[in-house]
């Protein structure tokens, strides 16, 4: 596993962020610069990792939010944790770095009183890779939609009291 230290966003890692999101477009959705400061100003908890191999941007049911995904959830849970991206820069992938922005997001949730961590995954255009990382982790399907544009996905929830690999070892 890396030894990058994970650590919260600053605004001098905007840019190189942005460009790593906007590089997996397909699976997060694109965003210019003035919308990721937006969803940055308004997540619970967004985490980098080093230098920016790796971002993770979660927020609570009660975030200022629209976006199609969080309002299902919004709608149906009154307590939540939103995953609404995690992206690994593909120089970083195989090093642990999603499992260990999971685990510090789960810290963080746990720390304040949440019980649900709440993610969407592309179902259309399928990303196997994104479902067999959230199974594992103890994440299952509760629903799926199909967006506005023709992509389909699927919405998973994990019970951070039933996800044993979500907790920080000791």
């Known amino acids: 596993m890396s030894g990058q230290p994970l ?4 605004a001098a890692d905007h840019a190189a962020l942005l460009a790593l999101n906007n590089a997996h ?4 959705s694109w965003l210019d610069a003035p919308a990721l400061a937006r969803l940055l100003g308004i997540a619970l908890h967004a985490r980098t990792v ?6 993770l941007v ?11 995904n969080f309002a ?6 009154r307590r939540f944790v939103y995953i609404d991206r995690v992206v690994v820069a593909a120089s970083a992938r195989g090093q642990g770095l999603a499992r260990r922005l999971y685990r510090d997001l789960a810290d963080t949730a746990r720390a304040q009183g949440h019980s649900l961590l709440a993610c969407e995954i592309n179902l259309d255009p399928p990303n196997p ?6 199974r ?12 506005p544009g023709g992509k389909q996905v699927g919405y998973h929830l ?12 000791p």
Do not use: I, K, M
């Open 7 to 10: 650590r919260p966003v600053g």
């Open 25 to 28: 477009a397909t699976e997060l």
């Open 50 to 55: 080093g230098t920016c191999s790796a971002l």
């Open 58 to 68: 979660a927020l609570d049911q009660d975030a200022p939010y629209a976006n199609p």
């Open 72 to 77: 299902w959830f919004a709608a149906r849970h």
């Open 129 to 134: 890779a994104s479902a067999d990382f959230h």
């Open 136 to 147: 594992g982790l103890g994440f299952v399907s509760v629903g799926s939609a199909r967006l």
């Open 158 to 169: 994990c019970a951070l009291d039933e996800a044993p690999r979500l907790r920080t070892a």
